[in-house]
C-alpha cells in the first residue's frame, strides 16, 4: 500500500501532484509518503481520505501538510485566520459555542533539515526576508542569536517594521 502509485492518488485528492517522494529510509519514516501538492487556495484542505487497501477494504488515510502556511481551522481555507474568517463570524454569532474541524495537527512535523537563512551582503548580522518570516540575527554578550519574527501587514505603521 506504500508506494509511488498509491502517492500519487492520494495527492491527487487534495490537488495537483507536482512530484513524488522517494522513500530511502527504512527507519519510522517508512510509514509517510511525500508528495508534492498544488493546493486550490479557494477549496478548504483535506485532511483525509479512504483508500481501498490489498485487503479490499477501506482505510482512512490522515493527510499531515508541510511547509502550510496560514490557514484557517474553521473553514480550512488558505489565505486566513479565524479572526478573518467571514463563515466563522456568522456561526459564531449564531451560535453559543463553534467547533473548528481543522487545527495544527494538519501541519506534519518536518523532518527534513532546513537550510540556513542567506546573510544580506551590506549587513551580514541581517538575513534576507523569505515569505512572511524575517529571521534576524542579534548580537548581545553571549554572542549572536537568531529571533525569528512573524511580519504580518497589521504589524506594518508608516512604513516601520515590526521588530523596530
Not at 41 to 47: E, L, T, V, W
Not at 107 to 122: D, F, T
Request: proline share 6%; charged share 30%; net charge positive.
Amino acid at each position: 500500500m506504500m508506494s509511488p502509485k498509491v502517492a500519487t492518488e492520494v495527492g491527487n485528492k487534495m490537488g495537483v501532484v507536482e512530484d513524488v517522494g522517494r522513500r530511502r529510509r527504512t527507519d519510522d519514516q517508512s510509514f509517510f509518503l511525500r508528495v508534492r501538492v498544488a493546493l486550490p487556495i479557494a477549496k478548504p484542505i483535506r485532511r483525509g481520505g479512504f483508500l481501498l487497501g490489498s485487503d479490499s477494504k477501506r482505510h482512512w488515510v490522515t493527510y499531515k501538510c508541510e511547509r502550510l502556511p496560514l490557514f484557517c481551522h474553521y473553514c480550512g481555507i488558505l489565505g486566513h485566520d479565524i479572526r478573518h474568517c467571514p463563515a466563522h463570524f456568522t456561526a459564531s454569532k449564531a451560535a453559543a459555542t463553534v467547533e473548528y474541524q481543522y487545527g495544527d495537527w494538519l501541519k506534519a512535523e518536518n523532518g527534513r533539515s532546513k537550510s540556513p537563512p542567506r546573510r544580506s551582503k551590506e549587513n551580514p548580522m541581517r538575513s534576507e526576508p523569505v515569505g512572511h518570516t524575517d529571521t534576524v540575527a542579534i548580537a548581545n554578550d553571549e554572542g549572536i542569536e537568531e529571533v525569528t519574527a512573524l511580519a504580518r501587514a497589521s504589524d506594518y505603521r508608516a512604513g516601520q517594521k515590526p521588530w523596530n
